[in-house]
């Protein structure tokens, strides 16, 4: 396993050092430079070796905060109070004295109500009709037929040509935020560029964070820097990225560190080490959790101080998010099967929502998680959804196609993807759009204006594009 996790997480930087012709010279660049569209996507998943380490003991206990989930603007059914799954449980271990029971039960028929199904093209919205259907009904597409004729759309009582408008890029009201638009996609634009080796990426609004070289940097998220501002130097084998309204958070080959947002004068504090290779990070108003990928365990540590807790994570559990009520964590398994478990809530131990090819990035709103999988091209990319309570082990397919999904993240706005190029799945639609043409995505973050991705191809940056 330890081949396998360092062969993964090698893989994208050997193909972005291949075509990268520069050393590292990082840059914040001015946003209105729109960088070049023919890079050639090739399958990669994001990462980098760690070196392994035994792990201290930490205090074991099962309690979790169960406070109600938040309202959901997704495509589900609101989630069930306890996980509603098959008995397929993750086994659990205890640290420093105790142990988790693991528990099953077996699960009612899930009642879940779809209408995000399978990918196909492009968003096919509602179009106008000759007899003057209303705009606002939502996104259209129409063709020479219509009130407008010469292959305009009729958006708000005027005939635009959504192929190039900047404010109905590719459907009615799609602003691109001042970004051209071309052939029906807004153009991305570079946030921070001469970045070989870059992983992790988090944003804050106004700021992203990332690193690059083992450097953790701090750029304004709209391109506008002339420079970036160095957090933290020498960082060991950075695997993921995080931040609060405070501090920035990431996970390096033994240890999980923090940096205050106006910086540590490149001194960041420790905030657990001789760890075994923790891998994915989250936040939230009061912990921070994360992933080990070589002892298989998931773990946390309150943010005001005090004794870490951990759980049994599985084989290799990989990336993490939380919610108000459990964590959830994809388990790559032996590299080919792996599982997606919850903890939390009404459960005792991790509780296995569905199995299937290798899961990597993971999502939650609260009401539902949602996952990429496939590690292979022959084993197909998914981008699948289950109930935080439960779906008996069949989360629904939002998207199918070929390729190697990276990360994934979702807002009010809809569920967004790397998969080479950006892909959206709006909220009310059925069918994912492609963002962007001839990127290669990896790691991915959100605010409310636009999605951002570490663009691992010849450009080596940051970038972003409206939403």
Not at 310 to 318: L, R, V, Y
Not at 338 to 361: E, I, M, R
Not at 400 to 412: E, F, K
């Amino acid at each position: 396993m330890a081949l396998f996790q360092t062969l993964i997480r090698s893989l994208p930087w050997t193909v972005a050092s291949l075509v990268s012709l520069t050393a590292l010279t990082t840059d914040c660049d001015d946003p209105d430079e729109s960088p070049s569209t023919d890079d050639t996507p090739v399958d990669s998943d994001a990462g980098g070796s760690q070196s392994s380490s035994s792990q201290p003991p930490l205090t074991t206990r099962v309690d979790i905060d169960a406070q109600p989930a938040p309202a959901s603007t997704s495509y589900f059914s609101p989630p069930d109070a306890a996980l509603d799954v098959a008995p397929s449980v993750v086994s659990s271990s205890a640290e420093a004295g105790g142990s988790m029971d693991a528990t099953s039960s077996t699960a009612p028929e899930s009642g879940v109500s779809v209408t995000a199904v399978h990918a196909g093209a492009a968003d096919a919205a509602a179009t106008a009709t000759d007899a003057g259907a209303d705009a606002s009904s939502g996104p259209t597409l129409s063709s020479d037929a219509g009130p407008c004729g010469g292959g305009r759309t009729l958006c708000q009582n005027q005939c635009v040509d959504t192929s190039s408008d900047s404010q109905s890029c590719g459907a009615c009201g799609h602003d691109c935020l001042g970004a051209p638009c071309t052939a029906g996609q807004c153009q991305p634009t570079v946030v921070a560029s001469g970045l070989p080796d870059a992983v992790g990426l988090a944003v804050d609004g106004t700021n992203a964070y990332f690193s690059a070289g083992g450097v953790v940097y701090e750029c304004a998220a709209d391109g506008t820097s002339t420079s970036p501002t160095l957090l933290a130097d020498s960082q060991d084998a950075v695997g993921a990225v995080a931040v609060d309204t405070t501090n920035v958070y990431w996970t390096t080959a033994d240890s999980v560190m923090d940096c205050a947002i106006s910086g540590c004068n490149d001194t960041p504090t420790a905030l657990a080490t001789n760890l075994a290779n923790p891998w994915g990070i989250a936040v939230d108003a009061t912990r921070v959790y994360w992933a080990d990928f070589d002892d298989g365990t998931v773990a946390w540590l309150p943010l005001a101080g005090g004794a870490g807790v951990t759980i049994a994570g599985g084989t290799s559990p990989q990336y993490i998010a939380v919610d108000s009520q459990r964590i959830y964590f994809t388990d790559v398994g032996d590299g080919t099967n792996g599982d997606v478990a919850a903890w939390g809530g009404d459960t005792q131990a991790p509780v296995v929502l569905a199995t299937g090819a290798s899961p990597n990035g993971i999502a939650t709103d609260g009401a539902n998680v949602y996952w990429t999988a496939g590690s292979t091209p022959a084993s197909g990319a998914t981008v699948s959804a289950c109930e935080v309570g439960g779906c008996n082990g069949t989360p629904d397919v939002l998207s199918s196609d070929s390729g190697t999904p990276q990360r994934i993240a979702v807002d009010g706005s809809g569920v967004y993807w790397a998969n080479g190029d950006v892909y959206v799945l709006r909220t009310g639609s059925s069918t994912p759009v492609a963002l962007t043409s001839g990127r290669l995505a990896s790691d991915i973050a959100l605010d409310d204006s636009y999605v951002y991705w570490i663009d691992i191809g010849a450009t080596d940056a940051v970038m972003r594009v409206a939403k």
